[in-house]
């Protein structure tokens, strides 16, 4: 693989090919999100252990989507097996989308775990008094209040967000270039940071077009006097949303890498980048 520089102004492209590629197989990114969602009900349903089974099936999880969404540039209907299509491919290729999934599920526990330490359980009990039908506004407000609960979200968030830098393009490292995980991880981490300007506006756009749908909701909502609607269409929007990234996370691959002569399956890239260097 061959990591290619790309101008900033292809994070805005990323997110208009995010939301075209979704409206030209909508009912196949809607069967993929809802078969990931159904895998994630079930694992939740399993204390403790679910979770981790998730932290592990995360990576291959979004190399899925990305799948999926080659399947749909190329012409074909994206179908659910896109996420076991990965472990198909032989042992070796089981292997290093296991370690993967554990050097991830690692790494998450271990950002629990310093959150946890930070708050002092603020968290938990936050969760707790809002779960509970007996708690009144003030108990809910001094549990929100508490300043151990910022600080411990923020960190949460925080490091939550280094560790999807190593992460965003390691699966498909492994998948389409064949490298091991500590090789993919780490010029997954190059090339996001050589490729800062594009992925800083790439999550602008996102924020902007978040910020624009909310607002715009709002409004009409307010001129025709429904604002309870909104209620009812915060949960498909925001599935829609969640299913876009995903789906444009192949194009954010696709143009920060390219094949070498001696690669044997890679994804077509999406643009022509300005600049190359070996990886």
């Not at 280094?162 to 490292?173: D, K």
């Not at 925001?238 to 002569?261: H, M, R």
């Amino acid at each position: 693989m061959r990591l290619q520089l790309v101008p900033a102004s292809r994070g805005v492209q990323w997110l208009r090919q995010g939301f075209a590629i979704f409206f030209k197989q909508p009912l196949g990114f809607a069967g993929l999100f809802a078969s990931f969602m159904v895998v994630v009900f079930v694992a939740l349903l399993l204390p403790r252990v679910g979770t981790l089974l998730m932290s592990v099936a995360l990576p291959l999880a979004t190399l899925g989507f990305m799948i999926g969404t080659q399947r749909t540039v190329e012409g074909r209907f994206p179908l659910p097996s896109v996420f076991i299509e990965p472990l198909q491919r032989g042992r070796p290729a089981r292997i290093a989308m296991l370690q993967l999934g554990l050097i991830y599920a690692a790494a998450s526990a271990l950002i629990v775990w310093l959150s946890d330490a930070v708050d002092g359980g603020a968290l938990d009990r936050a969760m707790q008094v809002m779960a509970d039908s007996k708690s009144t506004p003030e108990k809910m407000q001094e549990a929100m209040s508490d300043d151990r609960l910022q600080l411990g979200l923020l960190l949460r968030f925080g490091l939550a967000a280094l560790l999807s830098v190593p992460f965003w393009h390691a699966p498909a490292l492994v998948h389409w270039g064949g490298h091991p995980p500590a090789k993919a991880l780490f010029f997954s981490l190059v090339a996001c940071w050589r490729n800062r300007g594009a992925f800083v506006v790439y999550g602008l756009a996102w924020t902007a077009a978040i910020v624009l749908v909310v607002l715009a909701a709002s409004v009409v909502l307010a001129v025709l006097g429904q604002r309870q609607i909104m209620t009812l269409l915060a949960m498909p929007v925001s599935l829609i949303f969640w299913t876009v990234l995903y789906a444009s996370l192949y194009f954010t691959f696709a143009d920060c890498f390219t094949a070498d002569a001696a690669d044997a399956a890679e994804p077509p890239p999406s643009s022509t980048p300005n600049e190359e260097t070996s990886s």
